[in-house]
């Protein structure tokens, strides 16, 4: 059984960081991209950081320049450093994964999401 465990959310001022962690488990063949999502009251549910297996990594405008994400291959984790963090940025947080496990008779590929952890900005 493949699972991913977020940890690290809270509650943080403005202006302040916080650094999110997720950690994958589980019999897995190959993890290819990884990323962060974010869904805050009565919104969808958006990417703002991606991370391919090669270490590239893409982020959306409202977080570019603020928002570092980071991945360890050999320990199977992603993180995300989040700082000048703004009310704006109040959302629960979700950790995706596109993994490859082996079936018995090929390799399938499908994403994997974290249970998500709250990350609250404000004064």
């Known amino acids: 059984q493949v699972q991913l465990v977020e940890s690290g959310g809270g509650l943080v001022q403005p202006g302040g960081s916080l650094s999110l962690s997720c950690a994958v488990s589980?019999?897995?063949?190959?993890?290819?991209?990884m990323g962060w999502y974010r869904q805050a009251p009565g919104k969808e549910r958006e990417l703002i950081a991606r991370?391919?297996?090669?270490?590239?990594?893409n982020y959306s405008d409202t977080v570019k320049g603020r928002f570092t994400i980071s991945r360890d291959n050999a320990k199977n984790t992603v993180s995300l450093q989040m700082n000048s963090l703004k009310p704006e940025d109040t959302a629960v947080y979700y950790c995706?994964?596109?993994?490859?496990?082996?079936?018995?008779?090929?390799?399938?590929?499908?994403?994997?999401w974290g249970q998500g952890t709250q990350v609250t900005v404000s004064s």
């Open positions: 995706n994964a596109d993994i490859s496990t082996w079936t018995g008779y090929s390799t399938r590929t499908r994403a994997y």
């Open positions: 589980g019999i897995i063949f190959s993890i290819v991209d």
């Open positions: 991370i391919t297996s090669g270490g590239s990594t």
